[in-house]
């Protein structure tokens, strides 16, 4: 398949590489340096280039604020039959656009970033493909990530966000919380550095990502029942209440028990 990648980011760049030994891969960046970089592809100077390469599938990888306006853009310069994708970790006004682009699409979500993940070793990771997409694009990535060992799931546009605000808000925001209270004088044990080590990969990454990932609408539920359980645990505290703490801790690790 011909395919265009716009992008050559951390995402970009890392499926511009895994597509490009069975597929046809061009890459648009508008900073064309970057996409350079990368050995084998075809580098899009410009928008007219993307007409001229008549590409099968766009896939659209540049940052979460910008990846509508992205698709706006190069629209005009897409053949009628171009398949459109998408990697958005939150899909928010994304239905819209696609029923009014009127183009096919398939939106997915590989639910692992350069910053935590081994890309070399991908079987413990997981890829959301939205069940709303056109069945050729769910065939392709299904296939792309069931060779690297992924385990996918399927969730509508709604779906996956209420399901986002539950995996990333909640994990982001303890992390942001353990970050705001950490001083410089702490001397840090075992537990600590593990928490900060967590922090301090979670905040390399784009503010605009992190603001976009705790402004998803269903995100305030997550924070409420953060917030819920933090009261609950002062108060155990307070009261030091073995009793509790104890019942308190059985239900943490039945939560967590694999």
């Known amino acids: 398949m011909n395919i265009c990648i716009l992008g050559s980011g951390k995402m970009g760049s890392w499926l511009a ?19 350079q970089a990368l050995p084998g592809m075809r580098v899009l100077s410009n928008l007219e280039d993307i007409r001229d390469s008549s590409p099968q ?45 009127g183009f096919r699409f398939v939106s997915v979500h590989p639910m692992f970033g350069p910053t935590f993940a081994d890309l070399n070793e991908l079987s413990k990771q997981n890829a959301v493909i939205i069940s709303d997409s056109d069945g ?8 792309l990530f069931g060779r690297l060992g992924l385990n996918v799931f399927e969730y509508s546009f709604s779906e996956h966000d209420v399901m986002m605000a539950y995996s990333l808000t909640l994990p982001f925001v303890s992390s942001m919380v353990f970050a705001s209270c950490v001083s410089s004088e702490a001397v840090p044990g075992t537990t600590f550095q593990h928490h900060l080590e ?13 603001s976009e990932i705790i402004f998803n609408p269903h995100s305030l539920a997550q924070l409420e029942k953060i917030s819920g359980r933090l009261n609950f645990l002062w108060h155990i505290i307070r009261n030091r209440d073995t009793g509790e703490a104890v019942r308190f801790f059985e239900g943490l690790r039945k939560n967590v028990k694999e």
């Open 17 to 35: 590489r895994q597509l490009s030994p069975d597929h046809t891969v061009s890459v648009h960046d508008t900073d064309p340096s970057k996409a």
């Open 198 to 210: 967590v922090a301090r990969g979670l905040l390399s990454e784009d503010d605009f990502l992190l």
């Open 136 to 143: 050729e694009g769910r065939d392709f990535f299904r296939q």
């Open 57 to 101: 599938m766009l896939i659209n990888c540049v940052s979460l604020q910008n990846t509508v306006t992205a698709f706006r853009t190069v629209l005009p310069y897409l053949p009628s039959n171009c398949l459109l994708s998408d990697i958005a970790s939150v899909k928010g006004n994304l239905p819209a656009f696609y029923r009014e682009a």
